[in-house]
């Protein structure tokens, strides 16, 4: 009752007593003097600590004239906040929100996500790693260290940015050698045997090469105690290093290769399992049974390169970026029903490569005329070995221990390509005028087969050889989007936009085994936005405001099937509309404390009179018009407050937050027990600094009410169970960093 007092006290307050974890990250570090990025000339922008550096268009701009709607959070930032992942990002960004589903992740911007991480899916907002794109989200957990910023882009951004991107965008950037020699490291203790060692080193080898050592190793033992097979669960041994070089040979050409090794071996992800379709109180969600064990084991290499040149006719810019991405992933979950008499895992098993090119040329950013223009080339070779294996069976019954029931072997290749263009025009020195198109072109195929043996996967009792069923199937696909944009700058300090953007998300197609590979549609998600970007009182104000209006065509939903039906799967249900509104508020008020709040609210609903059945036996239709998207709560808000106090020779940082999120569901059934209920959530930090020191103390509590909060409540139909996973518990810890 005490912390909800605080709270309500919190949130009586209004906007002049909050502050959100993203005011504390808007301040987002600029390039060290004399480094240039994304092929754009190192004086491009002027080092202003109060302007924040963002890539949202391509090139650097400050994200207060900028007319897209995004959060930036800086790596001090994220560090402070616990967040370590994009699944953890959505614990500070009011517009994220993320859902697990056994290994895997997808994340919804405004209501818009893929809810298809099979295969052949594609995510609708997708995580760019410094501009390299993949599909599958294995090892997106173990890249956010020795990170500058993080750019949550919102709307559709597939004029400029990759593939599918009709929800937004996040993108994630690395630190890139400097010229000076320096560096951190840092170490982390706390609960659930926690230990996080993070460094990077820096190191100019002449005036023309730099380099960066970077690598990380976190670990924790499980949030969840299972028994049953006695493990530990939701725990995390993650390594990762990261080699960067920067080069300059001659005057203005820009040079960066980077390589980074992935190590994940943890048991990952678990799920609370209990009878489907009924609404089970979330209780306990640090105890409950299992029956079989779960693991997870990930090696991954990412190489990336690019190389940019700043001396051509007219001033132009020549950039070219590519690189290549290899993952090995094995996950193990529990799959044990109530209809099989036996103990099974699900075992999901991906060898993915995946290689990114893009060549871009572009004018300066300054001028009454400005341009740019690309071509973009992804592939993606995927080798799936997916199974569900009895491990023993029930005594007195046929055994079938220790085999399959079904087995999936596919090829899945996906090619996509993308030209690209945006053109800007100040039609006065005030006024500029945007437009931007993309024409895409996508190509799915996939061999192999899947086999079935009714025996170990429906009943003991059947008899007969392997169903072979193949699971060929072929996508192709293509389509233009566009989006025309006009911004006025009022005054120096007040900013204006309007835009209108389409965005475009390519279909697929699915397979429950034993019937034929089973298309689907693209997705067109078509927006129009009202912007407005202020600062007051000399930038201790800042107010950003975002309305918007979105609709979604040929949705493409998902359920579970049930492996024998063809009714359930990813399909596509129909229209939905989404409207919205976003604010920004951080005020200063000096000697007293930096306040603000982030908010997001959420209107959607499907369209009337559609209708979808489920994956039960034997399925059943239900009316979905008129029902919210799935992971789209209406309310969402962060805030806090933060303070720096004198301490001795040094300063001492308080500071409190907090995360409201409206009731939302997880599926675009609206069944009740597939819903998140509301929940709030609080962190806590303080931070010491000596004055001239170069170490720095922190200790902190993150969901300081050790809040029960869902991830995914999911029907699974194969196993005839529904799941439930969560975010963390309460954890509290010291860091400890040093810079050099």
Same mark, same amino acid.
């Given at each position: ?28 570090? /600029? ?8 092929g754009q000339k190192a004086d491009t922008l002027k080092s202003d600590p109060n302007v924040v550096v963002v890539t949202a268009n391509r090139v650097r701009s400050n994200a207060q004239t900028t007319a897209v ?20 990002? /959505? ?65 559709? /951004? ?62 924790h033992t499980g949030y969840r105690n299972v028994t049953g097979v006695n493990l530990r669960g939701d725990d995390e041994g993650t390594k990762s290093g990261r080699l960067q070089v920067a080069f300059q040979p ?391 407050? /933060? ?41 806590a930090l303080l931070k010491y600094a000596h004055n001239g020191s170069n170490w720095e103390y922190q200790a902190y509590v993150n969901n300081l009410t050790d809040k029960v909060v869902l991830v995914s409540s ?27």
């Open positions: 009752m005490q912390y909800k007092r605080i709270l309500e006290c919190l949130l009586a307050s209004g906007a002049m007593l909050m502050c959100a974890h993203t005011a504390f990250a808007q301040v987002a570090p /600029q390039p060290a003097e004399g480094t240039k990025g994304d709607a995004l959060n930036v959070y800086n790596g001090a930032a994220l560090a402070d906040a616990g967040v370590s992942s994009v699944l953890a990002l /959505q614990t500070i960004d009011p517009s994220i929100n993320v859902t697990n589903s056994g290994g895997s992740a997808y994340v919804a911007v405004r209501g818009v996500a893929s809810t298809d991480i099979t295969e052949t899916g594609d995510p609708a907002v997708p995580v760019a790693r410094d501009g390299f794109f993949t599909n599958r989200p294995f090892s997106i957990a173990s890249s956010m260290y020795d990170v500058e910023r993080v750019e949550v882009l919102k709307g559709p /951004q597939g004029t400029l940015f990759g593939r599918n991107s009709t929800g937004g965008l996040i993108n994630i950037i690395t630190a890139k050698p400097g010229e000076t020699f320096g560096g951190y490291l840092s170490a982390d203790v706390g609960n659930y045997s926690t230990v996080n060692l993070e460094g990077a080193f820096n190191v100019p080898v002449n005036d023309k090469v730099q380099m960066r050592f970077s690598g990380v190793e976190r670990h001659v005057a203005g050409f820009q040079g960066l290769i980077s390589y980074q090794k992935d190590k994940v071996d943890d048991i990952g992800d678990i799920t609370k399992n209990g009878p489907i379709a009924t609404l089970t109180p979330i209780g306990d969600a640090k105890t409950f049974p299992g029956l079989a064990p779960t693991s997870t084991h990930l090696d991954g290499h990412r190489l990336r390169w690019e190389f940019s040149y700043d001396r051509l006719p007219w001033d132009l810019t020549l950039t070219y970026a590519g690189g290549y991405d290899s993952v090995d992933y094995l996950h193990k979950t529990d799959a044990t029903g109530p209809v099989y008499p036996a103990t099974r895992q699900y075992i999901i098993g991906n060898e993915v490569g995946t290689r990114n090119h893009e060549i871009r040329i572009s004018t300066p950013l300054k001028g009454r005329f400005t341009a740019q223009a690309g071509y973009f080339y992804f592939t993606e070779n995927n080798v799936v070995d997916t199974s569900v294996r009895n491990l023993t069976m029930n005594p007195g019954l046929p055994d079938f221990s220790n085999t399959v029931g079904i087995r999936f072997n596919y090829l899945i290749k996906t090619k996509s390509e993308g030209l690209f263009s945006q053109v800007g025009w100040k039609l006065t020195d005030d006024l500029k005028l945007t437009v931007g198109g993309r024409y895409s072109r996508d190509q799915k195929v996939r061999t192999g087969e899947a086999r079935l043996l009714l025996g170990a996967l429906v009943n003991p009792f059947i008899p007969g050889p392997e169903i072979v069923t193949p699971g060929d199937g072929l996508m192709k696909k293509s389509k233009p989007t566009y989006q025309v944009a006009l911004d006025y700058t009022l005054t120096p300090q007040n900013f204006l936009y309007t835009k209108y953007a389409a965005g475009y998300k390519s279909g697929g197609f699915n397979s429950n085994g034993n019937s034929a590979s089973i298309p689907y549609d693209a997705e067109t998600v078509k927006s129009l936005e009202f912007g407005s970007k202020n600062t007051f009182l000399n930038r201790q104000v800042k107010l950003n405001i975002a309305l918007f209006h979105q609709n979604y065509q040929n949705y493409q939903a998902s359920q579970f099937s049930d492996l024998l039906t063809t009714g359930a799967g990813v399909f596509n249900v129909g229209k939905a509309t989404i409207k919205g509104l976003e604010t920004e508020l951080v005020a200063t008020v000096p000697d007293v404390a930096r306040f603000d709040v982030n908010a997001t609210l959420l209107n959607t609903h499907f369209g009337d009179g559609i209708r979808i059945t489920d994956g039960a036996i034997p399925p059943i239709s239900h009316d979905i018009g008129g029902n919210q998207l799935p992971n789209a709560p209406k309310f969402v808000m962060t805030a806090g407050v /933060q303070r720096t106090f004198e301490a001795g020779d040094g300063e001492l940082m308080a500071r409190l937050s907090a995360k409201y999120s409206s009731d939302f569901y997880y599926s675009a059934f609206n069944n009740a027990d597939e819903r998140s209920p509301s929940y709030t959530t609080l962190n999911t029907r699974n139909y194969a196993s005839v169970i529904n799941t439930m996973q969560f975010q963390a518990p309460r954890t509290y810890g010291v860091r400890v960093r040093y810079n050099f």
